[in-house]
């Protein structure tokens, strides 16, 4: 089915099923507030993964920090749950019973259906630390990493979360060389001026902070001097000169990261080839919330899978609230016709019936800026209600009645209950003219205190969250959404002084708050102790005083803070921030004497959290006080316009208040109770010449606008067709209302409390044109409704509560109180899990060498301090006849090194470090080598002696695993030196129900059944059987480092080879010199089995399994997995070194079959091999 809307035909979306048949192609899955959007990509996730495609090909990519990590901590919950219940399948005859779908399906099949699955979750959850769950730009910085040549990628180019000082830097010196020789005034000031003109620093910040959108109107020769003309060009300009200069110091911006991987996609040389490595690797995209992506982020996902990749975007238009942002609707809409497939997901599992049925009453139907942007139907998971009065027998009546209450003083305990309650002032419009916004925001904050101390109060009983039973409301149930910061900090100082906590959650930029300004005031001071500098510090919480007291203070209560102040100069130049704020703190009592007082929670929070990022400037930058004085400056003037992680403001507590945010910090939240006082304000300016980020469509055009009609429009009132671009604005500035509006009323589980005033502002609101457009089928939204009635005119039907305002008394709450009972000793009655471990191989090896093994049970493994390369008993090995030019061969070039574990480390360093193709060799072995010995001095051995015994090993070949190719000519960008891991065994420290208990002897058994009876460690699994090593058991975490991981072609094909250097003297101890004979490969598999290296080798070729898992496109453990080679150095005398066989003498080569290596990773995953 299709739907024409103006000019477009869009698919008509159908109702989504979790469990149905997985989508493939490009598919858009609106999510409509509540409606389960993160359960259904975690479950998606599941099952994609369950279905046989490996997590490394899935790329999850949502819009913000925050939401990264819940996506990430939920996806990883429900592959946990997968893999339990799969667990509890296999170990149940019926396979068990299961209330979650989606676990369900995945249950359903036969025990090998079900083993694999458990095994490709297992898998997952193995590799889960590496999956691609990331934000946009994150992606972005990823694929320029890994696309490395093939993309526009600088790799010491410097990231900066803001460059408002280049901006600025930029149009000061654009704004210079064009108007300050010029005989006439510049056509626009630099900085503000006048109401209703546009300076020079707004242009070119709008420019550039919207650098991919074109710029209008473009004047029509290179002669005309209008405004309109002059704009554009000092706009244009400064995008040039801002990109260039970017460039020239290597800076670059989130921004920045998009625009190089769009640009790296569409180049006509690389481009074709950069996106086919994309797709190659990520099979199956997912995209959250992509209702707030913008057309630069649209087109990367176009150009790179659209058409090859599973592309499922998740999102819903009706919450596009970040137009300011740069968000961009209209590339959601570009997405939608562009589908395969569009789904709905149809059931709110987060509001009770009642509460959504009200809110569709008042929007179902209706075009939320744009008539593809449409409120549909849903259905509700929560039939019962959940808030009732504390008079059961009055909720009936809160369901049927929509007429305003008469009380006095105020609602009744039926009407405070109801889903969906509306204040409004009663008004009478033949006498009554609006007023204005200053004078009645003050009257509905009264009246929401009055409210919710009333609700608190009444003793309204509240079911929600994990609570089976009815219990008394908390303000912690409570939300106040707000327009501005500036709302909340007002709302909440009027609930704290009726007594009710309240708590602002991240209310703009900590540098905007007044703590910021009393930093700077004692910086000031500490930099510059005059008189006037120490009074204004005086007055700030570090010392606390009044003003009476300043004016009172006689001259030695002066003298007495002037020499505190220099005292704590003092502490702030020679030891810091973080030492100045720990002595004020304690000198003058700052947390007690803040926390008496109304607000001091929030205070000290503020002051705490400026002092940290104080230190961390000053400890970064090597800031002094002069220097930290302004940086503070920069940071109170970046914090009016620009919010950043790290400098929003940190919440005192939110326990058991009543939380205070703006809507569009709610997004993405629930609160069981939400008040809305502005749902009525919303003022609506004429056009005053500002600029304008709108869609160039002209209104009568039948076709929809597109995200490519942006245009950021810098002209004013002047320019060409601003008349047509004011009026998008304002449809646009309009649809964004109606989505704020939706978000604030979507975010309540139970119930909405709304404010409707008589004001200038209120035509224009979302509430007024919800509640009295006209509800015929065919009637269109109008921008603006007059106000001619107040709501109590009006019949909302079942689930409303529409309440005339009337002055009453703030109703005392106070919280309940809870008898503490006697104390007593808490009782540790848990079960400890004794049976697991943090291992390695030189732990599990430790009794076959002799070695003190420390009873089972939880332990982690002593970090190794030094490469104890050589086995406790180096038994000489038997020289076996191989030919008499081995046997009389040439002497190791190591046979005049020492031995021993401080040895071993030295040389493992010296190899780890060394670049062979960085110059001369042999200089470089001996320069690494003194930089070693420095750290490790040993006795009988120099620098240079060391580095020519070395150097011979270097230009030793490898054998034909490695195409005879030497240490010597492998780049160090295909060697990976100290790989280190940390495996999970068996489950790790938390097995999953049916885990097996595996041991040495499992592997030993594994081993004895999968190597051929030709290999030549074939005799390996017997010594592994023995008893001492089979017990030992292998669960927990298993850590170590594999020395190197070198990697050569087959063709085309990369391999992949675990490399181990040894520095073992395997000759007779008593006969010299050492000769190379002794390390013949004839006789090397004997000293492997006897040091037990075999299994070492093992468990490093299983780590390099599971590492190129995820990191190896294309991943064929039979095509990638290369082999080991056990390097033994002392036995490689350079190019003249005996072979065997092809192979030569100190190269130990093997390699195991591919298919041993995945079973031995399952088996120590804890499940059975294949």
């Known amino acids: 089915m299709t739907v024409r809307t103006g000019a477009a035909v869009t698919l008509a979306p159908t109702p989504f099923d979790v469990c149905g048949p997985l989508p493939s192609g490009t598919t858009v899955l609106e999510a409509s507030a509540g409606t389960g959007k993160t359960y259904a990509i975690a479950a998606l996730a599941a099952r994609y993964i369950a279905d046989g495609r490996p997590l490394s090909e899935l790329m999850m990519i949502t819009f913000g920090r925050m939401a990264t990590n819940e996506l990430r901590m939920r996806i990883r919950e429900r592959l946990a749950a997968v893999e339990l219940a799969l667990s509890q399948a296999l170990g149940s005859d019926d396979h068990g019973t299961f209330e979650d779908a989606v676990i369900a399906l995945l249950c359903a099949g036969d025990r090998d259906t079900l083993e694999l699955r458990r095994r490709r979750i297992r898998t997952a959850l193995a590799d889960f630390d590496a999956a691609m769950i990331a934000t946009t730009h994150e992606f972005c910085q990823r694929m320029l990493d890994e696309l490395g040549v093939l993309g526009d990628h600088e790799p010491d180019a410097v990231f900066t979360e803001s460059l408002t000082d280049l901006v600025h830097e930029v149009a000061a010196d654009v704004y210079l060389r064009r108007y300050a020789a010029g005989p006439a005034e510049p056509p626009f000031p630099f900085e503000s001026g006048p109401r209703g003109t546009v300076d020079a620093l707004t242009i070119a910040a709008a420019a550039i902070g919207s650098e991919h959108v074109p710029v209008v109107p473009v004047p029509d020769d290179d002669t005309t001097l209008s405004e309109p003309a002059e704009r554009y060009r000092f706009a244009t300009e400064v995008r040039e000169q801002f990109t260039i200069r970017k460039r020239r110091r290597r800076l670059y911006s989130y921004d920045d990261m998009l625009l190089r991987l769009r640009d790296t996609l569409h180049d006509p040389v690389t481009g074709r080839d950069a996106a086919e490595r994309l797709r190659q690797r990520y099979e199956v995209v997912l995209i959250d919330e992509f209702q707030d992506t913008d057309p630069v982020q649209w087109d990367i996902v176009r150009t790179a899978f659209v058409g090859h990749s599973t592309v499922i975007l998740i999102g819903d238009p009706k919450q596009a609230i970040y137009a300011f942002r740069g968000a961009d609707v209209y590339s959601y809409l570009d997405a939608v016709d562009e589908a395969g497939a569009i789904g709905t997901l149809a059931t709110n599992w987060r509001s009770d019936q009642a509460l959504v049925g009200a809110l569709g009453t008042l929007m179902t139907g209706v075009p939320l800026g744009d008539p593809r942007i449409t409120v549909r139907p849903v259905a509700a998971s929560h039939t019962d209600r959940r808030l009732v009065s504390a008079e059961p027998a009055a909720d009936q009546a809160a369901e049927a009645s929509s007429t305003p209450s008469e009380a006095s003083r105020g609602p009744s305990s039926a009407a405070m209950v109801a889903p969906f309650r509306i204040r409004y002032q009663p008004f009478d419009p033949a006498v009554e003219s609006p007023q204005s916004v200053t004078r009645l925001r003050p009257q509905v904050t009264a009246d929401l205190v009055a409210d919710i101390s009333a609700l608190l109060a009444a003793g309204a009983r509240l079911r929600i969250g994990p609570d089976r039973d009815h219990r008394r409301v908390r303000p912690g149930d409570i939300a106040v959404l707000v327009r501005r910061n500036d709302r909340a900090e007002e709302i909440a100082q009027a609930l704290i002084a009726a007594g009710v906590p309240a708590v602002v959650l991240g209310a703009g930029s900590v540098f905007a708050s007044p703590m910021a300004g009393h930093w700077l005031t004692l910086l000031t001071a500490l930099e510059q102790p005059r008189q006037q500098q120490i009074r204004a510090v005086a007055l700030t919480p570090f010392v606390g005083w009044t003003m009476h007291r300043l004016a009172t203070a006689d001259d030695d209560a002066v003298t007495d803070l002037s020499a505190t102040i220099r005292r704590w100069s003092r502490v702030l130049v020679h030891r810091g921030v973080a030492a100045l704020m720990e002595t004020i703190t304690t000198e003058e009592d700052l947390g007690r004497r803040l926390l008496s007082d109304t607000g001091g929670e929030r205070r000290l929070t503020d002051l705490r959290h400026i002092g940290q990022s104080l230190h961390a400037a000053a400890v970064f930058g090597q800031l002094g006080v002069g220097a930290l004085i302004a940086w503070l400056r920069q940071r109170i003037d970046e914090a009016q316009t620009i919010a950043m992680d790290e400098r929003s403001r940190r919440l005192e507590t939110d326990d058991q208040a009543v939380q205070i945010l703006t809507v569009h910090r709610s997004k993405g939240l629930e609160f069981p109770i939400v008040y809305l006082p502005d749902a009525w304000d919303r003022w609506c300016p004429e056009d005053d010449g500002q600029i304008l980020r709108v869609h160039d469509h002209p209104a009568n055009d039948g076709a929809p606008p597109t995200a490519d009609d942006l245009v950021l429009d810098v002209g004013g009132m002047a320019g060409a067709n601003r008349k047509d671009r004011v009026a998008q604005d304002r449809l646009e500035s309009g649809g964004d209302d109606l989505r704020l509006a939706y978000v604030a009323l979507t975010r309540a589980q139970v119930q909405v409390v709304a404010w409707w005033m008589h004001s200038w502002n209120t035509p224009g609101s979302a509430l007024q044109r919800f509640l009295f457009r006209s509800h015929d089928e065919n009637a269109e939204l109008a921008d603006r409704y007059p106000v001619n009635a107040d709501p109590g005119s009006l019949h909302l039907g079942p689930g409303f509560s529409v309440e005339p305002m009337t002055e009453r008394p703030i109703t005392e709450w106070r919280p309940q109180q809870h008898q503490d009972g006697p104390l007593r000793v808490r009782r540790f009655d848990r079960e400890l899990d004794l049976q697991w471990r943090r291992t390695s191989y030189t732990a599990l090896t430790a009794a076959a060498h002799g070695t003190e093994v420390s009873a089972a049970g939880v332990g982690s493994e002593a970090e190794p301090a030094k490469e104890d390369d050589e086995t406790p008993a180096a038994e000489t090995l038997a020289e076996t006849s191989v030919g008499r030019h081995v046997v009389d061969g040439p002497v190791s070039p190591m046979d005049d090194l020492p031995m021993g574990a401080a040895f071993g480390t030295i040389v493992h360093a010296i190899f780890e470090r060394v670049d062979p193709h960085e110059g001369d060799l042999a200089a470089s072995l001996q320069r690494i080598a003194s930089e070693e010995l ?92 023995q008893p001492l090593l089979a017990e030992q058991s292998l669960r927990g975490y298993l850590t170590g480092s594999i020395d190197a991981v070198l990697r050569t072609r087959n063709g085309t094909v990369p391999r992949y080879l675990v490399v181990d250097y040894k520095t073992n003297w395997l000759g007779d101890l008593d006969q ?46 039979d095509d990638h997995l290369g082999g080991i080679l056990y390097l033994f150095v002392r036995g490689m005398a350079g190019p003249d070194t005996p072979r065997v066989d092809g192979v030569p003498c100190g190269v130990f080569s093997w390699r195991p079959p591919a298919q041993l290596i995945i079973d031995l990773s399952d088996l120590l995953d804890g499940s059975d091999p294949k």
Not at 944 to 973: C, E, H, K, V
Not at 1079 to 1093: D, G, R, V
Request: glycine content about 6%; cysteine-free; proline content about 12%.
């Open 934 to 1025: 420095a750290h490790l001095p040993a006795q009988e051995m120099t620098a240079q002696t060391l580095a020519t015994g070395i150097l011979p090993a270097w230009l030793t070949s490898l054998g034909p695993l490695a195409d005879d190719r030497r240490l010597a000519d492998i780049p160090i960008a295909d060697r990976l030196s100290e790989l280190s891991f940390e495996l999970p065994l068996a489950g790790g420290s938390a097995p999953g129900p049916g885990a097996r208990d595996v041991r040495l002897g499992d592997v030993a058994a594994l081993l004895a059944d999968r190597l051929p009876a030709g290999d030549p460690l074939a005799r390996y699994p017997e010594l592994l059987a």
């Open 1072 to 1117: 010299r010199p050492l000769r190379v004979a002794a390390y013949s490969p004839t006789l090397l598999p004997q000293a492997m089995m006897h040091a037990h290296y075999p299994l070492q080798a093992l468990l490093y070729a299983v780590a390099l399994h599971r590492y190129l898992r995820w990191r190896q496109p294309g991943y064929s453990p």
